[in-house]
């Protein structure tokens, strides 16, 4: 049973942290899967660091730990932006923060609630790794609760 709901979800709020260590195996199997990825701008001969969007799936894993995996999700509707400033390397250790920057409810679907949210992904040494803007479809704890539109834009 889910324990966050719409009503949960307050703008300015800080969500659980996760983290993980990229393993050699997981990069390895990724790149073999979908390409690994481009040469990174200062690094040394024969380094090649994760693709991006090897790092976008291991931030799904982390929201889904931290967040999605207690909440009553009813899907995202996208992405809408995401950057990766610095690379990503086997062995390194990612934490995933997220907060809260959009809370409204839905216009044709009062059951549910649409969450906006900033996420970051910093490595071992604090080096931001990935950023990304993106919406979840929540439902309400109530059905029909007008539960701060109002505040929750605040």
């Given at each position: 049973m889910p324990n966050l709901h719409f009503e949960d979800f307050i703008v300015g709020a800080a969500l659980p942290e996760a983290s993980l260590t990229v393993s050699a195996e997981d990069a390895a199997f990724f790149a073999d899967a979908f390409g690994p990825g481009a040469p990174w701008?200062?690094?040394?001969?024969g380094q090649v660091p994760l693709s991006g969007w090897h790092v976008a799936a291991l931030g799904i894993r982390l929201l889904?730990?931290?967040?999605?995996?207690?909440t009553a999700g009813l899907g995202r509707p996208g992405v809408e932006r995401?950057?990766?400033?610095?690379?990503?390397?086997?062995?390194?250790?990612?934490?995933?923060t997220a907060a809260v920057t959009g809370a409204r409810g839905?216009?044709?679907?009062?059951?549910?609630g649409i969450v906006t949210l900033a996420i970051a992904i910093f490595n071992q040494d604090s080096a931001c790794v990935m950023t990304q803007e993106n919406?979840?479809?929540?439902?309400?704890?109530?059905?029909?609760?007008r539960r701060g539109d109002a505040e929750a834009r605040a």
């Open positions: 701008p200062g690094m040394a001969d889904f730990d931290a967040v999605l995996g207690g995401v950057t990766w400033p610095h690379p990503v390397r086997a062995g390194d250790r990612l934490r995933f839905s216009a044709s679907r009062p059951d549910m919406s979840v479809m929540v439902a309400r704890r109530y059905h029909g609760s």
